[in-house]
């Protein structure tokens, strides 16, 4: 086989590479459905409803690669949004600094928690977030029982620069194309291009696929774990301004559902379960084909209930899929002797 | 000794002790290392060379005792410091990281920066460097999962040197090596201890301890019971061999070469699994041991696996007792009498958190007809017989596998069968690792029941002295094929290495 050859069989058969090409077909069909899919005003829209889940997915991603799993996520974005609109007074443009940097300290800080438990107490990571995860509702719902609270005017920057005064016609038809969500997702992306460039990068991976030769090799494992998921509360943080941007408040309940979508996301972006494999950025495009899932299934005109149902059993067999296709390669690839393990 | 005078000793371990969970590892574990030279770490499985090499490497840290480094007392806490200090280690059981890339584990833990960025050119280039001189061909961007055991432990041993140690601990680094791979990993230490590296060199293998080193320290039951300087005591294999042992020498076993002429018990015919076996066709006779050899990772192992129905995508047929089987699940092939001791214990064998005693009985739970509740005494009787019959060292049936040294864990592996209806036992490297006195062990058990008619064996081994001492009949593979056949006398080990290198290709294309 010429090396060209053997190097396109390679690409191929990453797993990356189904994903792309399930992303495409996704694409097409959602296009074929909704006749202005490709108009701005709709490209726009969809990066307005997708930005959310886009950004829990990444971080999410980060920790499953590091070896752990956080099921606090969802809860952790709506206790931020309750920080944030707590710390705010809409008369007072300087609070909105005093709220961003309050929201990103308690961000941190949930990041270290479960860190602490995972990599230093060494308690299982589904254990450690699903009861954190109700550290953070009690929280929320003590901050803000029922939805609500204030935001400056200021904070639409990170929803719709359009609806802000004193805005230049320029920049408001420049975000008309280009809305503050994009950028949201570029921080996040940019943020893990550093970093994956960086030693912690590379331990976050080490660790996932296997902390005690990672151990062995000098690596402080529970350190490596609890920067995961302080990087993972970055991208919650990112999720949070997003939501309130948007919105104007807080929401004690309003991350639920994000959660288990955003683990299902990475899944069929290709992280494994077991961590040390994957890329964020094919978690991201995990997150657009779920995303689009949900716009075929809407576009199908069933009811909720239907469409709940076919969404969950679309997940699974995405995942199967996925698996499945990563098996069968690298039971080729493996040929020269290695086993499936 | 006026010559050594000046010799500067790099590591000094007096009196380390370190229990686990109730066993003793290591009671009084002594060793010393000087630059330059290296030190051979003999012993028996269990005996605590794989303790003491991790307690020095800062994985375990010691209950009691002293280590020094160039004189000066350390207690490390964690590998990393450890590693700061200039020692490094190759681990018996690998410390890569499967889905990172060759080179990627060789820098791992030891990363140049430029900046807050990772240097990855350079680290490129160094990781480049360091293989070409161990294994020149292996493609260090290769993912790790991808390569053959023995290109994982070239890459582990490259990860040691790369960390440019003072003090290198080689723990087995060459049970999964060809002999050429040894060789050139030889003229590596030869070339590390010329540049002032003290080297620790532990190997089951005697040729191996004999050509390397300067000096062995023996280990027996947790405490050193020898050292012996080559350069003033001379090389006395049968002495090092009793030390490992306790007792005097025995002659190497050699099983009476018989060709069975039975009928045969299993026929296998056009066995394929994708491009790991290829058109596979044997017989296994009554009361044979068929050994299966050639280069590592020629589809000797998949072959086994294949047998105990571990590939459900397999193909061919099957012959048992004369009736078709299909053996697609692991299941019907145990139903079928086919019984797999597989080369990896840790993870196919054996349940290593789990008890001994849950270890043994757990395929008899899965697998024959069980009364509502399990008779536990009577099962825990059983269990105890087969402890005492092949004499695994154990602190009771309720210890975690995990606990019990390497031999002693292949004995388990092999054990949990022993109440079972054997036909055919599949024997997947299963010394490997594992040392002379255990070794010994499981063989004489194993030719016991061959020669009462119980069973017949296909053993793979990637020591071909294991083959040549009890095989009947010998099957050498090449890229998932059979290319030759030796029987009777034919087997010895040159004609295995002819055979496997293909040195005289059409010959054997006739004969197969």
Redesign the interface.
């Known amino acids: 086989m010429s090396r060209r050859a053997s190097s396109l069989r390679r690409a191929i058969s990453k797993p990356e590479f189904s994903i792309f090409l399930i992303f495409v077909a996704m694409l097409i069909v959602t296009a074929l459905l909704q006749k202005n899919f490709f108009e701005t005003k709709s490209v726009v829209r969809n990066i307005n409803a997708f930005a959310p889940i886009i950004l829990v997915t990444m971080g999410q991603a980060v920790v499953i690669i590091s070896g752990g799993i956080d099921l606090s996520a969802g809860t952790a974005v709506s206790l931020i949004t309750c920080v944030l609109t707590t710390v705010m007074k809409k008369a007072d443009p300087v609070s909105g600094v005093w709220a961003l940097l309050a929201a990103l300290a308690v961000a941190l800080m949930m990041g270290v928690i479960n860190g602490i438990g995972i990599g230093y107490l060494r308690i299982p990571p589904v254990i450690v977030t699903f009861a954190t995860s109700f550290m953070w509702l009690g929280s929320a719902l003590f901050l803000r029982p029922t939805p609500g609270g204030e935001a400056v005017d200021w904070f639409y920057v990170f929803y719709n620069v359009g609806s802000m005064q004193g805005v230049s016609e320029g920049l408001k038809a420049f975000t008309a194309i280009f809305p503050p969500a994009l950028f949201l997702i570029l921080i996040g992306c940019a943020l893990w291009y550093l970093l994956s460039r960086m030693r912690i990068g590379r331990y976050i991976y080490a660790v996932g696929s296997n902390s005690d030769s990672a151990y062995e090799s000098g690596i402080d494992t529970a350190r490596v774990q609890t920067a995961a998921c302080m990087i993972n509360s970055v991208f919650l943080f990112l999720a949070a301004l997003f939501f309130v941007g948007q919105s104007q408040s807080g929401d004690a309940r309003l991350g639920d559902p994000l959660t288990l979508r955003a683990i299902a996301a990475a899944v069929v972006g290709g992280i494994a379960l077991t961590g040390g494999r994957g890329s964020v950025y094919f978690a991201l495009v995990g997150a657009l084909i779920l995303s689009l899932v949900n716009k075929i299934i809407f576009f199908a005109n069933i009811s909720y209930a239907y469409q709940t149902l076919v969404g969950g059993v679309i997940v699974i067999v995405a995942i199967a899929a996925s698996q499945a296709y990563t098996l069968y390669n690298r039971r080729i690839i493996a040929g020269d002797g290695v086993t499936l393990s | 000794m006026s010559e050594r005078t000046n010799t500067v000793k790099v590591l000094e371990a007096r009196g380390v002790k370190k229990n686990f969970g109730g066993v003793v590892a290591l009671s009084n574990g002594n060793l010393e290392c000087e630059q330059g030279r290296i030190t051979g770490l003999l012993g028996a499985n269990g005996s605590g060379k794989s303790t003491i090499s991790k307690i020095i ?1 800062g ?1 375990y840290r010691p209950d009691a005792g002293e280590i020094r480094l160039h004189g000066k007392p350390v207690h490390y806490r ?3 410091e ?2 700061q200090d200039g020692i490094a ?1 190759v ?1 018996q059981n ?7 890339t060759v080179w ?1 584990n060789i820098v ?4 140049d ?1 430029r900046g ?3 240097d990855n050119r350079s680290a490129k280039e160094r990781a480049r460097q360091i293989v070409d001189q161990l294994l020149p061909g292996l493609d260090i961007r290769k993912t790790i ?5 023995g290109q994982m432990q070239i890459v582990e041993i490259a ?1 040691a040197i790369f960390a440019q140690p003072k003090l290198l601990i080689l723990d087995e680094p060459t049970a999964a090596l060809e002999k050429a791979q040894v060789k050139s990993l030889f003229d590596t230490m030869r070339k590390l201890v010329a540049g002032g590296v003290a080297i620790v060199f532990t190997s089951h293998r005697l040729w191996e301890v004999l050509e390397i080193c300067d000096d062995v320290t023996i280990f027996r039951n947790g405490e050193n019971v020898g050292n012996i300087d080559f350069a003033r005591d001379g090389k006395d294999a049968a002495k090092i061999v009793s030390h490992i042992t306790g007792e005097e020498m025995k002659a190497r076993a050699r099983k009476r070469r018989q060709i069975a002429q039975g009928e045969p018990t299993m026929r296998i015919r056009n066995l394929r699994y ?3 076996l290829k058109d596979v066709s044997f017989e296994l006779r009554k009361g044979e041991i068929l050994g299966v050899g050639g280069l ?4 000797q ?2 072959l086994l ?1 294949a047998l105990a129905g ?1 590939y459900p995508g397999s193909t061919g047929d099957v012959e048992v007792a004369g009736r078709a089987v299909r053996l697609t699940r692991p299941s019907t092939a145990i139903r079928n009498s086919l019984l797999l001791v597989p080369g990896n214990r840790e ?1 196919e064998g054996l349940f290593l958190k789990h008890s001994l005693f849950t270890n043994i009985v757990f395929p008899k739970l899965g697998l024959s007809r069980q009364p509502l509740f399990t008779p536990r005494n009577r099962y825990a009787e059983e269990c105890r017989t087969i402890v005492s019959t092949l004499s695994i060292r154990t602190s009771g049936l309720d210890a975690p596998v995990r606990t019990l040294s390497g031999g002693n864990q292949q004995k388990v592996v092999v054990g949990k069968w022993l109440t079972f209806e054997t036909n055919v036992l599949l024997l997947a490297d299963p010394a490997k690792g594992v040392d002379v006195g255990a070794k010994r062990d499981l063989y004489d058990y194993i030719l016991r029941q061959v020669h009462e008619g119980r069973m017949s064996v296909i053993l793979y081994a990637s020591d071909n002295e294991e083959l040549v001492d009890y095989c009947d009949r010998l099957l050498i593979m090449y890229e998932g094929e059979i290319v030759a056949t030796l029987e009777g006398s034919e087997i010895n080990e040159d004609a295995i290495v002819a055979a496997s290198m293909r040195v005289s290709r059409s010959a054997h294309e006739a004969s197969s």
């Open positions: 490497a994985v964690n590998p990393n450890a590693r280690m681990y690998l410390s890569l990281v499967a889905d990172l990627q791992l833990g030891g990363e920066s807050p960025f990772l999962y991808e390569l053959a055991p990860k994708g491009e790991l590592a990772g020629q589809g192992r998949e696996l571990s993870q």
